[in-house]
């Protein structure tokens, strides 16, 4: 019998799916050079473009899929509520390190964030942990200390935009953990709520809570800081529809890996558009990280089959 098209984990058309997954990275990443174009706004200010113009194009999937009426509905808004607050402080520590740093750099700290995921697993929920992924764990880590060490030793030294980098650097690795967080609470959610409502629910809390954030100051905005700002919030909206419509048509283990199309897209982007050149630090370090996380999507798609495995053998009566 033929799996339909909606069917999540699906492997029946992957190439569809690795499609999506690249074209959601690749806004992404135009949604990052447009923050980092835009200059070095304030935080929140950045959170509330990014999370209200990334509404509207949700809005119009949620149309189109005849979800609109009941997008909101819930049982558990306490729940969305926190994973919100903690989606929009990584969001903010994410963004602040972004205007701070070479986009090569920036992206790449980011994916500390599947390392800690693991962590926290293990600490906050029971997760089994084996000495397979903690292993790769810990060499992500070293690559994420070569791609910071240069940095952070800055903080010791010289002050200005160098020291800023530091802070910067600090701030992505902040933010890599809070999303981290962000990442487990969306795990419960999902056992009880919709795409669409998770979506719509962090999106609308996100707008709120950054307009408190406009007594600590927001700075007038250019033409260009302007559009600069709303693009990057379109471009989030449509990523988001890219990135959750892309694990229908294949397994996570499938489209995971694709996610570090990001690094080569960021370094040609940063090159051109900013004149960023990524040191030797970022490119080993990077490539450490990728590596360990390779490894964690495949020892997690190995533990996957054997669990299938095993409950194919295991007698019906129990």
Known sequence: MAVAATDIGGDQRPLVGITLKIMSVTVFVVM???IKAAGTLPAGQIVFFRSLFAIFPILVMLAWQHQLATAMRTERPVSHVLRGLVGVTAMALSFFGLTRLPLPDAITLNYAQPLLVVVFSALFIGEAVRIYRWSAVLVGFVGVVVIAWPKLTLLTGSTGLEAGQAVGVIAILGGAAASAVAMLLVRRLVTTEKTATIVMWFS????????????FGWAPLTYWQFLALTGAGLCGGVAQILMTQCYRYAELSTIAPFEYTSMILAIIVGYFAFGDIPTLYTLVGGLIVVGAGLFIIWRERQLGLKRVAARRFVHPGG
């Open 204 to 215: 609308v809390t996100a707008t709120v809570v950054s307009l408190f954030t406009i007594p």
């Open 32 to 34: 990052s050079s447009l």
